[in-house]
T-cell receptor, first 115, second 117 residues
Framework: EAGVTQFPSHSVIEKGQTVTLRCDPI?????LYWYRRVMGKEIKFLLH????????ESGMPNNRFLAERTGGTYSTLKVQPAELEDSGVYFC?????????????FGPGTRLTVT | AQKITQTQPGMFVQEKEAVTLDCTYD???????LFWYKQPSSGEMIFLIY??????QNATEGRYSLNFQKARKSANLVISASQLGDSAMYFCAMREGGGGSNYKLTFGKGTLLTVNP
């Protein structure tokens, strides 16, 4: 069974540019999450999809970030325009619906560098 | 206040010895879950072990065990018989609420474990 995949693994862009990160969850997982780790700080929750609906987007930093999950499958996270403070590692995770434990399986992350 | 505190930025252990990684948490929710993840240098986050707030026994998964002390709000990870491949960053995380509602995880800052040969 394939795990959570993320693309690209690294992205270097200039301030003001746009970047789109993609996440493919484990097949059959209704729940998809985005997290971010900024250098030296904790991993922070960004948002949670249940199928194609946003269940919780309380962690999204501002309106420069836009997340979508087309058809309840893969998800994209767009940053437009990117700022220096957006640099960090963006993790995607997925979990099964109805799981009492709710363990989340993480992808390898996308390292974003804004210069 | 921090919800998850990992007080050890770095830890060293000799191969084949046991090591304990500390984690304390803060929540007023009676229902919560505690998780440990491992992040090797390759970057992926690997789920290790889970403890539910109502679980009567400490969780164990192979060489990993969770020393859950509810009254002290601690959930320390114990790795027995350390191996060189255990060298990684370890994160403690908490999910507040029952599994059917609030799913987001709150993470600690992590502990970098180095296993020496």
């Amino acid at each position: 069974e394939a795990g959570v995949t993320q693309f690209p693994s690294h992205s270097v862009i200039e301030k003001g540019q746009t970047v789109t990160l993609r996440c493919d969850p484990i097949s059959g997982h209704d729940n998809l999450y985005w997290y971010r780790r900024v250098m030296g700080k904790e991993i922070k929750f960004l948002l949670h999809f249940v199928k194609e609906s946003k269940q919780d987007e309380s962690g999204m930093p501002n309106n420069r970030f836009l997340a979508e999950r087309t058809g309840g499958t893969y998800s994209t996270l767009k940053v437009q325009p990117a700022e220096l403070e957006d640099s960090g590692v963006y993790f995607c995770a997925s979990s099964q619906g109805g799981s009492a434990m709710g363990e989340q399986y993480f992808g390898p992350g996308t390292r974003l560098t804004v210069t | 206040a921090q919800k998850i505190t990992q007080t050890q930025p770095g830890m060293f252990v000799q191969e084949k010895e046991a090591v304990t990684l500390d984690c304390t948490y803060d929540t007023s929710d009676p229902s919560y879950g505690l998780f440990w993840y491992k992040q090797p240098s390759s970057g992926e986050m690997i789920f290790l072990i889970y403890q539910g707030s109502y679980d009567q026994q400490n969780a164990t998964e192979g060489r990993y065990s969770l020393n859950f002390q509810k009254a002290r709000k601690s959930a320390n990870l114990v790795i027995s018989a350390s191996q060189l491949g255990d060298s990684a960053m370890y994160f403690c995380a908490m999910r507040e609420g029952g599994g059917g509602s609030n799913y987001k995880l709150t993470f600690g800052k992590g502990t970098l474990l180095t296993v020496n040969p």
